[in-house]
């Protein structure tokens, strides 16, 4: 029922980065269709997604990007993070070396990105404890360094996922009104 052109107040841009396979593209279709893929394909061929949020007694269109694949090849360009207002920064619980990538994504997203930008630690896969590699206390130490929210979702179990993105866009909208 929501259609491109629906009234809004105020329209984001938001970005999703982190390693190829954390579940950026998952957390997004979970997000905007509450769909899931088990078989997820790399390139989904779509750049963004859309999703109008109530604040208060405002709409919202939150425009989400996500990365057709090319954090594989750490080809993310300046025009991805152009504009954008927040961003999801994934890893994934059960792979160590994406949370060690973090501070990559990290500092690549402040080198493009505004010093306001509202960024949102994300520790996917939660419904994978008995593979954790990362334990939970370790996202919150670095986002409590870093000075950024933290959050561990499961975009298959669908937990904590509206409270990730609607962190990010309830904290954009502070800061810009
Ligand atoms: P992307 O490359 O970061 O966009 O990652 P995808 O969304 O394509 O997901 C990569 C793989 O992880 C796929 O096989 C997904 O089904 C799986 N996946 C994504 N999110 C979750 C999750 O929360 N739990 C589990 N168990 N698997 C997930
Ligand atoms: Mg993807």
């Given at each position: ?28 279709s ?70 060690k ?16 930008t ?21 996202g ?38």
């Amino acid at each position: 029922e929501e259609s491109y052109d629906e009234e809004c107040d105020y329209l984001f841009k938001a970005v999703l980065i982190g390693d190829s396979a954390v579940g950026k593209s998952n957390l997004l279709s979970r997000f905007s269709r509450d769909e899931f893929r088990l078989d997820s394909k790399p390139t989904i061929g779509v750049d963004f997604a859309y999703r109008n949020v109530r604040v208060g007694d405002k709409t919202i269109k939150a425009q989400i990007w996500d990365t057709a694949g090319q954090e594989r090849f750490r080809a993310i360009t300046s025009s991805y993070y152009r504009g954008a207002l927040g961003a999801l920064l994934i890893y994934d619980i059960t792979r160590r070396i994406t949370f060690k990538n973090i501070e990559k994504w990290l500092s690549e997203l402040r080198g493009f990105s505004s010093p306001d930008t509202v960024v949102v630690l994300v520790g996917n896969k939660s419904d994978l404890g008995q593979s954790r590699e990362v334990e939970e206390e370790e996202g919150k130490t670095l986002a409590e360094s870093e000075g950024l929210y933290f959050l561990e979702t499961s975009a298959l179990e669908n937990q904590n996922v509206e409270e990730a993105f609607l962190s990010m866009i309830g904290r954009i909208h502070e800061v810009l009104t």
